[in-house]
C-alpha cells in the first residue's frame, strides 16, 4: 500500500474504495483526460486503475511500467483534489532516475497543490531509495503542468521523446 505523505497542507494517500473511483471520474476534466490519461475515464476504468495502483505497490517497484500512485488529498477535508505518480524504472528514463507525474482536479488548482505533491514524492524518493534524480516531461503547451515542476524546483534540461514518441520539455531535479 502507498506510504501516507504529508505536508499538513496536501497529504498522498492511497487510493481506494468506491468514494476514490466516483472522484476520480468527477475530477477529471478535459486537460486531465487529454494530458494524462488519454481519453476520459469511465467508473470501470477508474476501477480498474486503483487496483493496478494497489498491484504496482505490493509488486516489485522497479519493474518497467509500474507506476507507484498516491491520491492528493486536501488536508483540512480529506477530499481527492488528484493524484500523483511515480516511476522508478521507464524505458525512455536513465537509470538512477525517478519519473514524476501529476494531475490536480480544476476545484483545487492554483493552489500549489500539485508543487506540494511533487515535493512530497521528492522527499520520500530520498529517504526509501537510491534514485538519484527527478524528472518531470511535459508535452510543449501544457503551460500549468510547467508552472508545477518550476514551482517544486525542477530546471528545465532540454527535450525529450514521450512514449508515443511526442516531443517533451524535460524537467530535472536533484535529489542527492
Same mark, same amino acid.
Given at each position: 500500500?502507498?506510504?501516507?505523505?504529508?505536508?499538513?497542507?496536501?497529504?498522498?494517500?492511497?487510493?481506494?474504495?468506491?468514494?476514490?473511483?466516483?472522484?476520480?471520474?468527477?475530477?477529471?476534466?478535459?486537460?486531465?483526460?487529454?494530458?494524462?490519461?488519454?481519453?476520459?475515464?469511465?467508473?470501470?476504468?477508474?476501477?480498474?486503475?486503483?487496483?493496478?495502483?494497489?498491484?504496482?505497490?505490493?509488486?516489485?517497484?522497479?519493474?518497467?511500467?509500474?507506476?507507484?500512485?498516491?491520491?492528493?488529498?486536501?488536508?483540512?477535508? #480529506?477530499? +481527492?483534489?488528484? $493524484?500523483?505518480?511515480? =516511476? &522508478?524504472?521507464?524505458?525512455? /528514463? @536513465?537509470? %538512477?532516475? !525517478?519519473?514524476?507525474?501529476?494531475?490536480?482536479?480544476?476545484?483545487?488548482?492554483?493552489?500549489?497543490?500539485?508543487?506540494?505533491?511533487?515535493?512530497?514524492?521528492? #522527499?520520500? +524518493?530520498?529517504? $526509501?531509495?537510491?534514485? =538519484? &534524480?527527478?524528472?518531470?516531461? /511535459? @508535452?510543449? %503547451?501544457? !503551460?500549468?503542468?510547467?508552472?508545477?515542476?518550476?514551482?517544486?524546483?525542477?530546471?528545465?534540461?532540454?527535450?525529450?521523446?514521450?512514449?508515443?514518441?511526442?516531443?517533451?520539455?524535460?524537467?530535472?531535479?536533484?535529489?542527492?
Amino acid at each position: 500500500m502507498a506510504p501516507w505523505l504529508s505536508d499538513g497542507t496536501v497529504e498522498l494517500s492511497a487510493l481506494a474504495g468506491d468514494g476514490d473511483v466516483a472522484a476520480l471520474v468527477a475530477g477529471e476534466d478535459d486537460d486531465i483526460a487529454h494530458w494524462l490519461s488519454g481519453a476520459p475515464s469511465t467508473l470501470g476504468t477508474a476501477a480498474r486503475h486503483i487496483d493496478r495502483c494497489a498491484l504496482d505497490w505490493r509488486g516489485d517497484w522497479f519493474r518497467p511500467g509500474a507506476a507507484l500512485t498516491w491520491g492528493i488529498r486536501d488536508t483540512a477535508s #480529506g477530499a +481527492l483534489a488528484g $493524484t500523483a505518480e511515480v =516511476q &522508478l524504472s521507464a524505458a525512455d /528514463v @536513465e537509470a %538512477g532516475t !525517478a519519473n514524476l507525474a501529476y494531475g490536480v482536479f480544476p476545484p483545487w488548482r492554483g493552489r500549489r497543490y500539485g508543487a506540494r505533491a511533487v515535493g512530497l514524492m521528492c #522527499g520520500w +524518493l530520498t529517504a $526509501t531509495t537510491a534514485t =538519484q &534524480l527527478a524528472v518531470v516531461r /511535459v @508535452e510543449p %503547451g501544457n !503551460a500549468p503542468s510547467t508552472r508545477v515542476a518550476e514551482q517544486a524546483g525542477f530546471v528545465r534540461s532540454g527535450r525529450s521523446r514521450g512514449v508515443a514518441g511526442a516531443p517533451m520539455l524535460r524537467y530535472v531535479r536533484a535529489l542527492r
